[in-house]
């Protein structure tokens, strides 16, 4: 099996990181989860954060949206130093993100959840004098999120009887409403089918191509495919960053992650 | 005499036992509170009426079967545990499945039942108990009066604080019970009889709030309302110690019991809300509460 | 169409034993005593449960004014409530027969032509007991006071009382409602060294703070207790271990002469042995008058007019003595400073109180230069 | 249904487990129609299936959580059908649930030792193998429960299990989201589960790691189990797997 | 997440369906014919307290949060326009404006401090907050304690037209009634509402959608509590006096009960709710039936056995009534 593979084009040299971080750290106590981390995220590419259970991963996905304040470190939106604002208002800015474990509107039809996401960037936020006809322009937009993750014939569905697999995709339709400049992924395949992560992959890297991608995946064949720049994390710290080839042919990677993995 | 911040000593000190003491109901109260919400999810708003039916229980023992205040301090727990374990049973566990604010809702209704019927049957002034002869009369030294009734019931409030804390910190039982509150039917797949265990926690808390009642009767008056009042002024105090941490529970009920008298001295019209200010500053600094995490 | 006489009280509050269902008793007594019609009609008693709300009150009293016939409303306990009712009364001019309800404010500023307070006033109990007991060598006093309106009221009039009696106020402390402790205040008033301490409070205050003294030690110690707002109830409610030589003002004791003696032990048999507290006499009182005025006056849609014949009526009986019913609608007699007795003394259940003097009516009720009741200016 | 290997796993004497036309129900909306089912001992079986044909409601079915249900389950020729769920696991059936079901509240520690042993089936392990095992928990074990990884969790949520005593697991995906070298370990672990004698029901969208420990497949499709074989069959069912789940 | 079980998802009633239109209006002209045949007081205060219950229900309902202290916010707004009526003499209108507005203040301030809370904290938050609120009215010299704030005059609408009458202020009542409940009823179903509801459902999530959240609870809650402070400056205006029953706990208890009798989520419930309990409770006064007894079982009941209310029952019992 293969999957659409995107050409890789290297960054240009000297173009600004859409997100970058220096120095991020974060400790819980005294532990360290988190520790000098540097990261770039470029516009069009694919970035991957993989590296063995615990390693901060999900960590620095929660310091790079703010939902934990980091300890040390200077987070940058393009231009923007975003180290010291609230998660909402970095999403207003652009970056969204999804969770590790799946965050949907249980109550909450498919089609609403995925409108609710497009209600901001459209303006419709706050409008308690309106009545609901005004969100229906959002819909068709909605619908076509829904198919692209292969939702469109549930769309009426409560998410909450979703089975797990579906409320991952679901997740993903959400996020993308947001028609982010910045789309971070927390193990986006974890719990999909084999035919549905084909699918979600080349989903992913079709998006990537207009925004700067940032993903924590397990599924080391998807990151081999799609990835562009991988940074492995081990206890907190880089233990080093480059392509998948590079990466792959470092002996503590191979250790320290991916294990003897056999190719069958 | 010597003088503080304006203030004899003897009446500082004096203060300061007293808050005390109001502090150790306090303490006992949000204990048994703060258990049952740690461990069941429920805030218990029926705990000032369980606190309401142990005095009224131990008041009836003495009325219809002659039962001195010993007997009833440890009989009326047992009686207002029973019926804690019965509501539990019959009623409150249908509600474990739904969305927490249903048990307070339940036990809010079930405080006005209690309530009423008392009001109803026995009416709104209240009955006389008196404390044992033996522990009648007033310790009276240079820097403090305390009846020996008082502290005595110190002394039993902090050995059942501690002993709560320590069956629930310290013991097997205790890490069942705040495994069950998080995911109950998981710890029943690991074989535990979590039904029963929720059945006693919640006879349990309540009979906690019954013997505070006990200990209350030769305080205060043993009347259908005393716990309605008290238990607004309890949920102040949990939320402030942290909503579930037994530990913050009690040092939070002995703390406001102090900062109260204190009050009282210094500034008397505030001494009611002065719980209300202190949450308030309390929420906007910690909103978890001083003893509280959040997960 | 019967007349109905409308009980409107408080059956499942904290009013329920001073007044609530004794109250339905004794008026029922009442109209069977004057024999059950008015002016040829049928005399029913119906009962209303306001909840201390005033807004159930007055839906209430506006229902049965409006369309139950209901000629007089009687007994109010919650000053709330009675204020919003009279209101009511006043523009349907109504007759409201108040007993349980004590705001001097009734009879003040509020006042209605078809209104008659007939017990009690906050007025008369802080008055009576502060004049009786300085007049008596109590001439310290500290104050435990609650902390609003009610409770200033009744430390203002007690005040007065006292200064004129040639007594002087040593101190006082304030407490909020629903205190569950007072041993701090206690403590206070026993170090100001007072010759009383007054409670000037209500009822679960009042007995909450008489609990804690005796824990203290504080009467034992010397200190006289007042208790400005007491009832029967309430002492049957602490018992007499901890009400002991407290003094207090009651317009009616049911153990004073053959009289009252031969009325209470009617009421107890209907109440499970249950002595009347001096509302339910009061009703009974003034449920009788008001049908005596009523048939004098021979008609009864208009209360005003009523209490115009009643004016000029003897409304004196075994609860009323010197008794005449004022123009602001206070209905003044005598009242009676008394003490609680030991538990040594009390030969059995309700055997609670003994009369220490009796305080003319024109001395307790708050005089007619004193109220601010526009009725009296002309 | 097929049932190509009915033979040898027969001689290996009575299933262990029995379910025969399970029916199951989430309030008004049925999830499982007539699911039949058989775990001999010793064996690990895993149910295959795309997301949301009804694998973790079938193990919800069989530990009892889920209540509502009919049809028949013998465990150990017993029916467990009626158990509350705190009785079928002293009868010996341990259950790892698929959002793994950590506590907060108590320490890595005090999650490990919290399910009570339940059974003397002869295979639990003592803490200092589990921490041998997985020694990232021996690292971590003072730190409340939930603030491990997502891996670390799963880690946990197995090896709690192992202490008790239980004949039987019931495993809910327990390679999601694992790194592969745990997902290594955690095969490894199921082949010494196996030697210890342990039978396992596992769930699994990770075909090659199931593939490479199990010794009989069924496949589920909307409720209903619509295959079943052995891994001998495997090479042969490759191409009607790859229809049914796309592996 | 507390909500009627067949909650009415805001996709549900995103079109209004002509029938329904037209049992509005059928509801309105009943309403404006109603006074011939009952008590127009009765009416009046059951529009009070059905206005105060769906203003209870917009943050419970939709917003998912349970406030244990509304009654500051209808015992509050009641004092000040009480106050304003009887000693500042101003119009009616300013009056219940200035009633509003001290909700409002009051509901902001409540807000900030409870909406960092969730679930069972933000109810003994509120609860605690509220009750402080009681003691300051209970203590403040202008409430006049036990007594309360009694004998004014309901004054001239706009200078003009007289409220003493009943029927006048009937009309008066019920327009602001009707205006309110639509008003509550469009922000329910508006972009707004829609937010709400994703909040309610997962707070984490609305953040990452780069919603602030706070700020959303924090609206809901001033909202509410503006309706409320609505409902109790009409009641002080009809009965003419504000009391301490307004502002204390069991106030807030009722309403509780008021919107889960009635059916948490719906427009309808809150307004069935708060007639069943105004009439029970007026029902109950001549009866004999111990009042508080006979509530606290019917709260019981409530939440054992009728979780969806009575208009949420029917729902679910009458399919028809719930046309796709
Ligand atoms: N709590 C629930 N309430 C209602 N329906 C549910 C619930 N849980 C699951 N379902 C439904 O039951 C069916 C089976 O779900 P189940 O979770 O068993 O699937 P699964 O095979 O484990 O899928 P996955 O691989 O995605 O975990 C699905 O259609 C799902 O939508
Ligand atoms: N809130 C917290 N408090 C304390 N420790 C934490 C907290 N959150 C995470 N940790 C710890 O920080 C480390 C990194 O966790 P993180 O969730 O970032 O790992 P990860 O790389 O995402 O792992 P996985 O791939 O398993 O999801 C873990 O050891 C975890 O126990
Ligand atoms: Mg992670
Ligand atoms: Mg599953």
């Known amino acids: 099996m293969t999957l659409a593979t995107v050409p890789a084009q290297h960054a240009p040299a000297g173009s600004r990181a859409a997100l970058s971080a220096r120095g991020l750290s974060k400790s819980f106590g005294n532990f360290q989860a988190v520790n000098d981390v540097d990261i770039d995220v470029h516009h069009g590419r694919i970035h991957a954060l993989i590296g063995p259970n615990g390693a901060g991963k999900s960590t620095v996905f929660n310091l790079l949206t703010k939902f934990l304040q980091p300890t040390a470190g200077k987070i940058m939106l393009g231009e923007t130093d975003i180290t010291r604002m609230d998660p909402a208002h970095i999403a207003r800015l652009g970056v969204a993100r999804s969770f590790q474990i799946s965050a949907t509107f249980g109550d909450m039809s498919l089609v609403d959840n995925v409108c609710v996401a497009l209600q901001r960037p459209n303006g419709l936020a706050v409008q308690f004098w309106r009545p609901l006809g005004s969100l229906s322009r959002l819909r ?36 993308l409403a947001l028609d982010p400049k910045v789309l971070l992924l927390d193990e986006p395949l974890a719990g999909m089918g084999q035919e549905d992560v084909e699918t979600m992959a080349g989903l992913i890297a079709d998006v990537a191509r207009d925004c700067a991608l940032l993903m924590v995946e397990h ?35 191979r250790e320290a992650y991916m294990g003897a993995e056999d190719d069958d | 005499m010597t003088m503080i911040l304006g203030m004899p000593l003897p009446v500082l000190t004096g203060q300061l036992l007293i808050g005390l003491i109001n502090g150790s109901f306090y303490a006992l109260l949000s204990l048994g509170l703060a258990v049952i919400f740690g461990l069941l999810r429920v805030v218990n708003f029926a705990h000032g009426a369980f606190y309401m039916l142990g005095a009224f229980t131990a008041w009836m023992l003495g009325q219809y079967l002659g039962i001195g205040f010993w007997g009833a301090l440890l009989l009326a727990p047992l009686i207002v545990g029973l019926v804690g374990a019965v509501v539990e049973r019959t009623m409150l566990r249908r509600l474990y499945d739904l969305d927490h604010l249903y048990g307070l809702l339940f036990t809010f209704g079930l405080a006005l039942l209690l309530e009423g019927l008392f009001q109803h049957v026995y009416g709104a002034s209240g009955k006389p108990f008196s404390a044992p002869e033996a522990m009648k009369g007033v310790v009276r030294t240079d820097f403090v009066t305390v009846p020996i009734y008082r502290g005595w019931v110190v002394i039993a409030s902090l050995v059942l604080c501690l002993g709560t804390w320590a069956l629930i910190e310290k013991t097997k039982i205790g890490a069942y019970l705040r495994a069950a509150t998080e995911d109950a039917t998981l710890v029943q797949a690991f074989g535990v009889n979590v039904p029963l265990l929720l059945t006693l926690t919640y006879a349990f808390g309540c009979a906690l709030a019954g013997i505070a009642g006990v200990l209350a009767a030769p305080v205060f008056q043993v009347s259908p309302t005393m716990g309605s009042n008290l238990i607004i002024i309890i949920f102040a105090v949990v939320v402030v110690g942290g909503m579930g941490s037994i530990l913050g529970a009690i040092a939070t009920g002995y703390l406001l019991g102090i900062v109260e008298g204190l009050t009282k001295v210094f500034y008397p019209e505030a001494a009611n809300i002065a719980i209300f200010i202190i949450m308030a500053v309390v929420l906007m600094l910690r909103p978890a509460g001083l003893f509280g995490k959040e997960y | 169409e019967p007349y109905r006489l409308g009980v409107l009280t408080d059956m499942s509050g904290m009013n329920f034993d001073l007044s609530g269902k004794g109250s339905e008793v004794a008026a029922r007594m009442a109209v069977e005593d004057f024999g059950g019609t008015l002016l040829g009609e049928d005399v029913e008693v119906i009962v209303g449960d306001h909840q201390n709300k005033p807004d159930v009150g007055s839906t209430l009293a506006r229902r049965w004014i409006d369309e139950e016939n209901v000629v007089a ?74 902390d609003y309106t009610f409770g200033h009221a009744l430390e203002a009039d007690t005040t007065a009382a006292v200064e004129a009696a040639g007594g002087s106020i040593v101190g006082k402390v304030t407490h909020p409602r629903e205190t569950s402790d007072f041993s701090s205040y206690l403590l206070q008033a026993q170090a100001s060294g007072a010759d009383v301490i007054a409670l000037a409070n209500s009822s679960g205050d009042t007995m909450t703070a008489l609990k804690q003294a005796e824990e203290f030690g504080i009467t034992a110690a010397g200190q006289d207790i007042a208790g400005m707002l007491l009832f029967l109830t309430d002492v049957h409610g602490v018992g007499l271990e901890i009400a002991q030589n407290l003094t207090l003002t009651t317009a009616f004791y049911w153990d004073m002469d053959d009289d009252t003696r031969a009325w209470s032990q009617r009421f107890a048999e209907r109440m499970d042995g249950k002595m009347p507290t001096m509302v339910h006499a009061g009703v009974y009182s003034a449920v009788l008058n008001y049908l005596k005025a009523a048939e004098a006056s021979g008609q009864a849609t208009s209360g005003s007019q009523v209490m115009e014949t009643m004016r000029g009526m003897d409304i004196d009986d075994f609860f009323n003595r010197n008794a005449y019913l004022r123009k602001d609608g206070r209905v003044v007699h005598d009242m009676y400073l008394v003490q609680v007795k030991t538990p040594e003394e009390s030969k059995g259940p309700w055997d609670y109180y003994k009369v220490l003097r009796t305080i003319p009516g024109d001395e307790a009720f708050r005089s007619v230069e004193q109220s601010a009741c526009p009725l009296l200016d002309d | 249904m097929t049932d190509g290997s009915a033979t040898p796993r027969e001689a290996r004497g009575p299933a262990q487990l029995r379910v025969r036309g399970l029916e199951a129900w989430y309030g008004e909306s049925q999830a499982l129609y007539g699911v039949d089912l058989d775990v001999y001992p010793g064996e690990t079986v895993t149910l295959l299936g795309r997301n949301g044909v009804g694998k973790t409601t079938t193990l919800r079915s069989l530990m009892g959580i889920l209540r509502k249900r009919s049809g028949e389950i013998d465990f150990d020729q017993r029916s467990i059908l009626r158990l509350a769920p705190h009785r079928v696991a002293h009868a010996g059936m341990g259950f790892v649930p698929e959002e793994r079901g950590i506590f907060a509240s108590l320490t890595v520690e005090e999650n490990l030792l919290l399910p009570p042993k339940v059974a003397n089936s002869g295979m639990e392990m003592s803490l200092d193998e589990i921490y041998t095992l997985f020694p990232n928990l021996l690292e971590r074990r003072h730190s409340p429960g939930t603030k491990l990884s997502g ?97 | 997440m507390i909500v009627a079980e067949d909650y009415e998802t805001v996709a549900d009633s995103r079109r209004s369906h002509p029938a329904q239109r037209v049992l509005v209006l059928a509801l309105i002209g009943v309403l404006l014919l109603l006074p011939l045949w009952v008590y127009p007081v009765l009416l009046m205060k059951l529009m009070c307290f059905a206005l105060f219950a769906s203003a209870f229900n917009l943050l419970l309902g939709y917003g998912g949060l349970l406030s244990f202290g509304h009654a500051a916010f209808f015992g509050g707004a009641a004092y000040v326009t009480a106050h304003a009526l009887k000693v500042w003499e101003i119009n009616p209108e300013f009056a219940i404006l200035t009633g509003v507005g001290a909700a409002l203040g009051l509901g902001l301030v409540i807000g900030l401090l409870a909406v960092r809370r969730q679930g069972i904290y933000f109810a003994m938050v509120t609860l605690a907050l509220s009750q402080m609120f009681y003691f300051f009215c209970l203590q403040a010299p202008f409430t006049h304690g036990e007594d309360g704030i009694q004998g004014f005059s309901r004054g001239k609408l706009f200078g003009i037209v007289d409220l003493a009458d009943s029927t006048t202020l009937y009309y008066f009542v019920a327009a602001m009634f009707v205006a309110s409940l639509f008003a509550i009823w469009r922000i329910v179903h508006s972009p707004f509402g829609m937010i709400l509801q994703a909040v309610r459902e ?123």
């Open chain 1, 219 to 253: 599924n080391i064949k998807v990151v081999a495919d799609i990835g562009h720049d991988i940074t492995v994390l081990q206890r907190g710290e880089i233990l080093t960053q480059g392509s998948y080839a590079e990466v792959s042919a470092d002996p503590r990677v």
């Open chain 4, 151 to 247: 891996g670390e969790q799963q880690m946990l949520a197995i090896a709690r299990i192992l202490r008790t005593g239980v004949s039987m697991i019931l495993l809910d995906e327990p390679t999601e989201g694992l790194a592969p070298v745990i997902v290594n370990r955690i095969g490894e672990m199921l082949t010494a589960l196996k030697a210890h004698g342990l039978s396992i029901l596992l769930v699994e969208q990770n075909f090659r790691f199931a593939a490479r420990n199990a010794d009989h497949f069924y496949v589920m499709d909307h409720g209903v189990m619509i295959d079943s074989f052995a891994v001998a069959e495997l090479p042969a069912k490759r191409e009607a797997l790859n229809t049914a789940l796309g592996v």
């Open chain 3, 73 to 146: 409303i009687v007994d109010l306990p919650t000053s709330s409530v009675a204020l919003a009712v009279q209101e009511i009364t006043r523009q349907s001019d109504t007759a409201l027969l108040i007993s349980t309800g004590g705001s001097s404010e009734l009879t003040g500023a509020s006042c209605s032509p078809s209104t008659a307070q007939w017990t009690w006033d906050t007025y008369a109990l802080a008055n009576g007991t502060g004049r009786a007991m300085t007049l008596e060598g109590d001439k310290n006093w500290f104050f435990l006071t609650v």
């Open chain 5, 202 to 324: 997962n707070e984490q999530r609305a953040i990452s959608l780069g919603y602030s959240v706070q700020r959303y609870k924090l609206g809901a809650f001033v909202m509410s509590a503006g309706f409320a402070g609505l409902a109790g400056s009409l009641k002080a205006l009809l009965f003419q006096f504000a009391t301490l029953t307004d502002v204390n706990w069991h106030m807030s208890g009722e309403v509780i009960l008021m919107t889960l009798l009635g059916g948490i989520g719906s427009i309808a419930g809150p307004i069935v709710g708060a007639g069943l309990v105004v009439t029970l409770q007026n029902h109950l006064a001549t009866s004999g039936f111990p009042v508080t007894t006979v509530l606290g079982a019917t709260f019981i009941v409530c939440v054992l056995l009728f979780r969806r209310g009575i208009v949420g029952e029917l729902r679910h019992r009458l399919p028809a009534w719930r046309r796709k």
């Open chain 1, 140 to 175: 068709p937009r909605a619908m076509e999120l829904l198919g692209r993750v292969g939702l469109a014939d549930m769309a009426a569905r409560r998410a909450a009887d979703l089975s797990y697999g579906r409320k991952r995709a679901l997740e993903i339709a959400t996020t």
